[in-house]
């Protein structure tokens, strides 16, 4: 059983920053891509970033420049640095990985939620 616990999640004012946590946890071989997804309230998940085994990363266009995603692949464990905050990032940000257990699935964290209002 795999387990992806997130954190870092709060309430920040517009323009300032955050930075997420997502550690992986239980029988793991392998990790491959860790992305990160978040949901507002009355829309869809949508994608935020992603990161290959070999740090090689993509973004969504609506946080290029604002949002960084990193992995410390000792540490089982994906981040996602937020700066420049802005009211629409408001959400729940979710963690998802693939992992090689005895078998290769696709996880999800929990999430956490990340609120951006004065």
């Known amino acids: 059983q795999v387990k992806l616990v997130e954190s870092g999640g709060g309430l920040v004012q517009p323009g300032g920053s955050l930075r997420l946590s997502c550690v992986a946890s239980?029988?793991?071989?392998?990790?491959?891509?860790m992305a990160w997804y978040r949901q507002a309230p009355g829309k869809q998940r949508e994608y935020v970033a992603s990161?290959?085994?070999?740090?090689?990363?993509n973004s969504a266009d609506s946080v290029k420049g604002r949002f960084a995603i990193s992995r410390d692949n000792a540490k089982n464990t994906v981040y996602l640095q937020m700066n420049t905050l802005k009211p629409e990032d408001t959400a729940v940000y979710y963690c998802n990985a693939d992992v090689l257990t005895y078998s290769r699935n696709n996880y999800w964290g929990q999430g956490t939620q990340v609120t951006v209002s004065t």
């Open positions: 239980g029988v793991i071989f392998s990790i491959y891509d």
């Open positions: 990161i290959t085994t070999n740090g090689h990363t």
